[in-house]
């Protein structure tokens, strides 16, 4: 028996309509020298699943503000390798209780401060491997004095062997959102459901789902594919008014999600 509700989906379209999503990338015409090598200081490993039969590890999730001291000595945080599902799953109920709110785990995920080297110039914002944000501290700062919300730097560990190094910072990025189904293959296969390994490559035109874009942050990355960043348009204005530097924003479309 057919029976139509309101639309809860609807109305969540609606409100997202008249906000503007941006694609973060870095910006390779800026002409700035600087070039980063480094990792964070801890980090999952990646996983061999019993369940899709494959080995991988996906590393884009970073939280550079979570400090895996206090369970350090309970595991090996450190060398990446590929785990056996179960130890993977140990080593995240460990981390678990440490994470900020709304932190995803995958095989891969880094914690701590990016550590390693650093040399040549930066723009106020570098993006490292199209997964890392950095930022400078007065720009930080400009941005933190905007309201802009989810603006959360942390600090780094590169060692710069140069005077006038800046003092760059990590931006903590969430992952929250989702792709529009409609971007996908048709009949779309989900996750695996062991260790949520994606089935399909990241979409050549992505589309946002709108009704899973968060109203509270103006910076954050995809929940399913998270190399991929994203900002809203109070974040490229504040970028451009302020003349903050070093990313290209491109427009992504948002679409409702289907009732
Ligand atoms: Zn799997």
Redesign the pocket.
Known sequence: MARSFPSIATDQGTKSKHMDYFIIQEDRSAGYTGSVDASHKWGLPGVH?P??Q?AWSGGANAYPSVDLTPVAALADFEPPRAESLEEYERLCALIRPLLPPGAQLEPGAGFGPLEGKAQGSFGQLFMYFDEVLLIQREALNKLQAEGLQGIKGCPTALRFRQRNSPELLELELLPVGRVHPKCLPPNPQPP?P????LMHPLPDVLILDASTLPAHLDLFRLGDYCNVTICTGRFVEACQRLGLDGLVFQPVEVAATQP
């Open positions: 699943c369940s899709c494959d695996c062991r260790c949520g390994r």
